[in-house]
């Protein structure tokens, strides 16, 4: 099977875009994502992202008990830390192997280094060891979320990406239901390092299933034909400008709770958020496409538009139980439905956004605007909960309303990389988004992080309702920007 890309980055779906067809007898019928053609690449990839969403959220939940059982759970900032700053310059440099050799060595690499990293992790005899599989794992994941995505993309005709991509949700939903409990589970009649070991066990299966996918798909034909620059995508040599960056989320990460929780080490975290900042600023414009600071038309656009939708839904979403617990006493049990609504609701949204007469009626910036709006509506619910306004259902009504939004605006945007940027370049343009949306996550933990820290004794709803604020306000200036999402040679500007 070909490689499926684009092969110039002027040209722009529309609304009118025709959904192929494949024809049986005298009547043409759509061609679907889980037919007998396309079945193996598609189990393959929904294989694989259940694998990544049960390790998540297994991970996420027994974090706390691996950093207790090893005596480190003053490094605990520093592990969730590492697989974040790791990933950021695995993606970089896999963006670009990807274009070199294909999407194959790539995804194979990565699930190989994933195996490493939870033996590593699973047999940890300290906390030095465990970061350091956190670290690697950081990497696997890294390599794997680029070379998936490009494998996508390639392996299935245009028309089913879209499809493919709502897939992507709907594969977290049963794991962030039943991976915080299985991980409970699994400690209480084990141990916390069973954890980490179950998803090198499940990993076999999800080999077995992508295999025949990626059999379908060629390596490039020239892969030892250099990649060519485009001043579009940034630098020719992306591993510093990606090491940079990496460094300098790592000391925004760890300073501000350093700096501000009132300890003894708050000039060790105002020195790191001096140094952060100041490495950011002299690294952000290298590792990012050219013109992403300003959202110029096209790739820097959409690359822009992702790093503010993930501070736009992170920064509500990912305090959002926190809040429940703190300000309605609610219990870590129900606080965690906000992460059901999460993941029910974002399915519904890219599902919603996979439908044919969406695809047909919307363009991508229109879907891009009707998901941020939904978000910035939506959002008003948790903040208004938070201040006690309103109560726990109508709350989480509205985060359901900016689930949806951002169902619908996270596929668009993943698309329409792969629309604008020719089929050599897809990794380095892949690589790009994701290191802003690692870029935009930090930053909310970053800020959020200092500023509970420096409210910890008297944290209100006031102070969560400022985050949540400033995620609407983010949304509302991503809504100004979506028309940049069109190269500048066709949107006429």
Same mark, same amino acid.
């Given at each position: ?14 609304? @009118? @875009? ?28 929904? !294989? ?13 939940? =027994? ?11 003053a490094w605990f900032g520093p592990a969730n830390a590492a697989s974040m700053v790791t990933f950021m310059v695995a993606v970089a440099v896999g963006g670009r192997w990807v274009d070199r050799v294909g999407s ?78 299985? !991980? ?42 250099? @990649? ?14 990606? &090491? ?13 709770? *350093? ?20 490495? *950011?600023?002299?690294? =952000? ?7 992403? &600071? $300003? ?10 538009? $992702? ?34 609504? @999460?993941?029910?609701?974002? !399915? ?12 047909? $009626?919307?363009? +991508? ?8 709006? *939904? =978000? ?10 938070s201040l006690d306004v309103i109560g726990l259902v109508p709350g989480l009504t509205g985060w359901a309303v900016a689930a949806t939004g951002m169902g619908l605006s996270s596929p668009s945007l993943a698309t329409e990389i792969f629309t604008l940027a020719p089929e050599r370049e897809q990794g380095q ?12 996550? !930090?930053?909310?933990? +970053?800020?959020?992080?200092? &500023?509970?820290?420096? $409210? ?38």
């Open positions: 099977m070909t490689l499926l890309g684009m092969t110039s980055t002027t040209r722009v779906p529309t609304a @009118t @875009t025709r959904v192929p067809t494949a024809t049986t007898g005298d009547f043409p019928t759509p061609e679907r994502l889980f037919s007998a053609r396309h079945f193996p690449v598609a189990l393959g990839i929904v !294989a694989l992202v259940t694998l990544g969403a049960f390790e998540n959220r297994a991970t996420i939940s =027994i974090m706390p008990t691996a950093a207790r059982a090893l005596d480190g759970l194959r060595t790539v995804l194979l690499s990565g699930l190989a280094t994933f195996a490493v990293a939870q033996v590593v992790t699973a047999s940890a005899p300290s906390m030095t060891v465990f970061i350091a599989g956190r670290g690697i794992s950081g990497v696997a994941e890294g390599l794997i979320d680029v070379s998936t995505l490009v494998f996508a993309a390639r392996a299935l005709p245009e028309h089913l990406r879209a499809k493919v991509f709502a897939t992507f949700a709907a594969a977290w939903i049963l794991p962030s239901l039943v991976g915080p409990g299985a !991980a409970g589970a699994a400690e209480a009649l084990i141990g916390w390092r069973l954890v980490f070991l179950l998803p090198s066990v499940l990993l076999v299966p999800a080999v077995l299933l992508i295999l025949p996918g990626l059999r379908r798909v060629s390596p490039r034909r020239d892969a030892s034909a250099p @990649t060519p620059s485009d001043p579009a995508h940034g630098t020719s040599g992306p591993l510093l400008p990606a &090491l940079g960056l990496a460094t300098a989320v790592a000391l925004l990460s760890v300073g501000g709770p *350093l700096a501000f929780d009132g300890g003894p080490h708050r000039y060790a975290g105002l020195t790191s958020l001096v140094i952060g900042s100041a490495l *950011l600023v002299v690294t =952000i414009r290298a590792a990012l496409p050219a013109g992403t &600071l $300003r959202a110029a038309h096209g790739i820097p656009a959409v690359v822009a538009l $992702r790093t503010l939708l993930v501070i736009a839904f992170g920064g509500i979403g990912g305090y959002l139980p926190l809040m429940l617990d703190v300000t309605h006493d609610v219990g870590p049990a129900l606080a965690g439905i906000s992460l059901s609504v @999460t993941g029910v609701f974002w !399915a519904a949204g890219s599902a919603i956004h996979g439908l044919d007469p969406v695809q047909r $009626r919307l363009d +991508a910036a229109a879907r891009v605007r009707l998901g941020l709006t *939904l =978000i910035a509506l939506g959002g008003v619910g948790p903040v208004l909960l343009a892949t690589a790009a988004s994701q290191i802003g949306a690692s870029l935009g996550s !930090a930053l909310t933990t +970053a800020g959020g992080g200092a &500023l509970i820290a420096a $409210r910890h004794d008297t944290l209100d709803g006031g102070v969560f309702a400022l985050l949540m604020g400033i995620s609407i306000a983010t949304a509302v200036i991503a809504l100004t920007v979506t028309h940049r999402m069109r190269p500048e040679t066709i949107s006429g500007h």
